[in-house]
Nanobody, 123 residues
Framework: QVQLVESGGGLVQPGGSLRLSCKISGRPGSSYNVAWFRQAPGKEREFVVA????????KYADSVKRRFTITRNNLRNTVDLQMNSLKSEDTAIYYC????????????????WGQGTQVTVSS
């Protein structure tokens, strides 16, 4: 059974940075395409960024372009999300999702989800 576990969330001031990590276990994590989604209080879940299993193709939501960067280490089975220049509107629970097929920004295309990690941007 595949498991995804997020870490790295926390409280940060506007303009600050955080690095989230998604650890994939249960099967070779290198075979999974991964995406980050987020859900703010009272709002629907929204796509943040996706990366293919090779780490060559990425897709970012317009709201995070040039501020967030996704990378992966297939030897360690981890996918990291570096978040810079954080804004209050980035406050949300961030979820890591994985699937053997590349689903891009389609949340319904991901079979495996982590429990989420809270990111709060506030002064």
């Amino acid at each position: 059974q595949v498991q995804l576990v997020e870490s790295g969330g926390g409280l940060v001031q506007p303009g600050g940075s955080l690095r989230l990590s998604c650890k994939i276990s249960g099967r070779p994590g290198s075979s999974y395409n991964v995406a980050w989604f987020r859900q703010a209080p009272g709002k629907e879940r929204e796509f943040v960024v996706a990366i293919d299993w090779r780490g060559r193709d990425t897709k970012y939501a317009d709201s995070v372009k040039r501020r967030f960067t996704i990378t992966r280490n297939n030897l360690r089975n981890t996918v990291d999300l570096q978040m810079n220049s954080l804004k209050s509107e980035d406050t949300a629970i961030y979820y890591c999702a994985g699937d053997e097929s590349y689903s891009g920004d389609r949340g319904s295309g991901y079979d495996y989800w982590g429990q989420g990690t809270q990111v709060t941007v506030s002064s």
